[in-house]
T-cell receptor
């Protein structure tokens, strides 16, 4: 079974600064996807970024980028130029790649507060 | 917006009563999922469906059943609600099959309180 660990329950960052959220996972699979989801106070789950394990290049989406270290089973999220609207819970998630889709396995989340 | 709605959005019920939550999608996605979210646990899978009448159990399936009689609807039933089932319930969908189609998109959630 896969497990996902987010070791930082809470973090804070000053507006316009950069912050990195950590995520490690445990799996014996070789083919999988990794995701970061954001959950603002509205409770809506919003996809931030995803990474295919077979790709060596780290994914980026505007101010969001990941540092994917497959051998170390690490998948951290970097948020640059933090904005007040980035305040949210952030969840790291793992999905095994199978013949069909498989459910997500989530970490417990990191609560990020962006301070003005 | 992935065209996912959940109903009801909020519900208060009493221990021992049956409860059914509905997830409805408008885009004919093949896969549908039910997760629950509790403080300190993140989201955990209850059940999922990979097609009409095709379902499978997740990590926390005890006390829950599901049904999918048509592509657009996935129902989650608590046969006899207990206080431990107080939670926020999320439905998710994904297309499946090809690269780029595995991403899951979530509904707005249902907050359930069992007294």
């Amino acid at each position: 079974a896969q497990t996902v660990t987010q070791s930082q329950p809470e973090m804070s960052v000053q507006e316009a600064e950069t912050v990195t959220l950590s995520c490690t996972y445990d799996t014996s699979e070789n083919n999988y996807y990794l995701f970061w989801y954001k959950q603002p106070p509205s409770r809506q789950m919003i996809l931030v970024i995803r990474q295919e394990a077979y790709k060596q290049q780290n994914a980026t989406e505007n101010r969001f980028s990941v540092n994917f270290q497959k051998a170390a089973k690490s998948f951290s999220l970097k948020i640059s130029d933090s904005q007040l609207g980035d305040t949210a819970m952030y969840f790291c998630a793992f999905m095994k790649l199978d013949s069909g889709n498989t459910p997500l396995v989530f970490g417990k989340g990191t609560r990020l507060s962006v301070i003005a | 917006d992935a065209g996912i709605t959940q109903s009801p959005r909020h519900k208060v019920t009493e221990t021992g009563t049956p409860v059914t939550l509905r997830c409805h999608q408008t885009e004919n996605h093949r896969y549908m999922y039910w997760y629950r979210q509790d403080p300190g646990h993140g989201l955990r899978l209850i059940h999922y469906s990979y097609g009409v009448k095709d379902t499978d159990k997740g990590e926390v399936s005890d006390g829950y059943s599901v049904s999918r009689s048509k592509t657009e609807d996935f129902l989650l039933t608590l046969e006899s609600a207990t206080s431990s089932q107080t939670s926020v319930y999320f439905c998710a969908i994904s297309e499946g099959g090809g690269v780029g189609e595995e991403t899951q998109y979530f509904g707005p959630g249902t907050r359930l309180l069992v007294l």
